[in-house]
C-alpha cells in the first residue's frame, strides 16, 4: 500500500512540475495551484516513506546549508520587522514556496528520461509564447489574456513588457545551446532548436526592455568567454571575437530606427524613466540606511516604501530586486543570497570544466542574464519571474547531478 502511495505521489510530483512551468508565462493561478498540489503529495511522500529507507527529507546537493542560512534570515527579518503579519505572509507564501520549489525540481528531475521531458516542456512553453508573441504584434492583443502592447512594447501575456524579457533572457541562452547538446540525435532537432532561439531573440527586440537587453548581452558574454577558453588557439580566438564584433554593428544598422533609439536613451539615465529608476533607488537606500542589518522586514517593502516616497509615483518597489531584498532582509540577507549566487556559480563551472555540457552552460547563462536584469527590475519579487528562478536554480542542479550519475 505505502509503495502505490509513494508511486501516485511521483506521478503527481512530476507533472505538477510540468504543469507549474508551463503555466508561468500566463497563469499566475496554475502556479499557485500546481505548487500546493506538488508540496501536498511531496509531504504526503515523505510521510509514507517515513518508516521505509528515507535518510533525509531533503536532497543533498551543495547549496543545502546556505539555503538554511537564507531561510533562518528571513525568520529573523520576521522577529525585527515592521510589520509581523506581512512578514508571516511573505515567509509562508513566497520564502518557503521558492525553497521548497527548488528542493522538488532536484529530487523530481533526477534522471534523463524526466531531464529530456521537463526540456521538452520548455520548448511547447516558448513555442506557444512566440505564437502568442506575434499574434500581439500584428492583431494588437494576446491570445492568452487579451493583453494589448505597450505602445510599440511588445509584452505578450505578461502583465508588463519588462516581466516578458525576464522571462525571455532565460530562455533564450539555453535554445541558443541547446543545439550543441550532445543529447539530440538528428540535425533536425538542432536546426530546430536554434530557429526556437532566434525567434525569442526577436520577441526580446520587441520587448524594448533594456536590462532585458543588457542581461542577455551579458549572459551571450558568459557563453563566449567559457567557450573561448575551450579554443586552445589564440588566432581562433580573436577570429571569433573579431566575428562577433562585426556582427553587432552588422546587426546595429538592421535592426528597426526605433530599437536604436531606444538603444541611444541608454545613457540618458537623467531623464524620464531613468530618473524614476534612480529616485527609486534613492528610495531604498534610505530604508537600508535606516534598517541596515535585518531590514524593514519581509514582504514590507510596500508598507514602508510610501514614508520614504520622493517622487510622484515611487514607494512602491526600487526597481532593483538586490535593493529590494536589502531594504526588506538587510545587508545580512542580501549577503546571503549573493553567497548563494557565487556557489552556484562557483560548482557551475568547476562542473562544465570535467563536463564540458552546452545545456548546463545554456542553464548558467540564462540565470545570469536573469540576475543582471534583475538588478534593473523587480523580477525576484515578482509571483512569474520568481517562480522561474527557483525552478531554473533547481533545474541546474539537478542537470549537474544527472551528468554526474549522482
Given at each position: 500500500m505505502r509503495e502505490r502511495i509513494i508511486k501516485v505521489c511521483n506521478i503527481l510530483l512530476e507533472w505538477c512540475l510540468y504543469l507549474l512551468f508551463f503555466c508561468i508565462p500566463f497563469a499566475k493561478a496554475g502556479i499557485e495551484i500546481f505548487f500546493l498540489v506538488a508540496i501536498t503529495a511531496w509531504i504526503i511522500k515523505k510521510l509514507t516513506s517515513y518508516k521505509l529507507q528515507v535518510t533525509s527529507y531533503f536532497t543533498a546537493t551543495?547549496?543545502?546549508n546556505i539555503l538554511g542560512w537564507f531561510v533562518i534570515i528571513n525568520i529573523l527579518t520576521i522577529i525585527t520587522s515592521v510589520n509581523f503579519i506581512l512578514s508571516i505572509k511573505g515567509f509562508l507564501g513566497k520564502i518557503v514556496e521558492y525553497v521548497m520549489l527548488y528542493f522538488i525540481v532536484v529530487e523530481v528531475i533526477n534522471n534523463k528520461k524526466r531531464m529530456r521531458n521537463m526540456l521538452i516542456v520548455i520548448?511547447?512553453?516558448?513555442?506557444?509564447?512566440i505564437m502568442d508573441s506575434f499574434v500581439q504584434y500584428f492583431s494588437g492583443y494576446d491570445f492568452l489574456r487579451h493583453y494589448s502592447k505597450e505602445g510599440y512594447y511588445l509584452k505578450?501575456?505578461?502583465?508588463?513588457?519588462?516581466g516578458f524579457g525576464g522571462w525571455l533572457v532565460?530562455?533564450?541562452?539555453?535554445?541558443?545551446?541547446?543545439?550543441?547538446?550532445?543529447?539530440?540525435?538528428?540535425?533536425?532537432?538542432?536546426?530546430g532548436l536554434g530557429i526556437v532561439g532566434i525567434l525569442l531573440l526577436i520577441c526580446l527586440f520587441a520587448t524594448y526592455s533594456r536590462g532585458a537587453w543588457l542581461g542577455l548581452f551579458l549572459g551571450l558574454g558568459f557563453i563566449l568567454f567559457y567557450s573561448t577558453l575551450k579554443i586552445?588557439?589564440?588566432?581562433?580566438?580573436?577570429?571569433?571575437?573579431i566575428f562577433l564584433l562585426v556582427s553587432l554593428i552588422g546587426l546595429f544598422f538592421i535592426v528597426p530606427?526605433?530599437?536604436k533609439e531606444r538603444l541611444a536613451s541608454i545613457p540618458n539615465v537623467q531623464e524620464g524613466y531613468g530618473l524614476n529608476r534612480i529616485n527609486a533607488w534613492q528610495e531604498a537606500f534610505n530604508i537600508i540606511e535606516d534598517y541596515p542589518l535585518f531590514g524593514s522586514g519581509l514582504n514590507t517593502y510596500s508598507f514602508i516604501g510610501p514614508r520614504y516616497k520622493i517622487f510622484e509615483g515611487g514607494g512602491i518597489y526600487p526597481h532593483n530586486s538586490f535593493l529590494h531584498m536589502a531594504a526588506e532582509t538587510g545587508v545580512v540577507g542580501l549577503i546571503c543570497f549573493i553567497w548563494l549566487l557565487i556557489e552556484l556559480f562557483k560548482s557551475g563551472i568547476r562542473f562544465l570544466k570535467n563536463h564540458p555540457e552546452p545545456l548546463v552552460l545554456g542553464l548558467l547563462a540564462g540565470i545570469l542574464a536573469f540576475l543582471v536584469h534583475g538588478f534593473f527590475d523587480n523580477n525576484l519579487y515578482s509571483l512569474q519571474l520568481a517562480a522561474l528562478f527557483w525552478f531554473m536554480l533547481g533545474l541546474t542542479v539537478s542537470t549537474q547531478r544527472i551528468i554526474q550519475g549522482f
Open positions: 551543495g547549496l543545502n520548448l511547447i512553453s516558448a513555442v506557444f509564447m505578450a501575456s505578461f502583465s508588463s513588457h519588462n532565460v530562455l533564450i541562452p539555453l535554445f541558443l545551446c541547446l543545439p550543441f547538446w550532445t543529447g539530440l540525435k538528428t540535425m533536425y532537432q538542432r536546426i586552445k588557439k589564440i588566432k581562433y580566438k580573436i577570429l571569433i571575437i530606427f526605433t530599437i
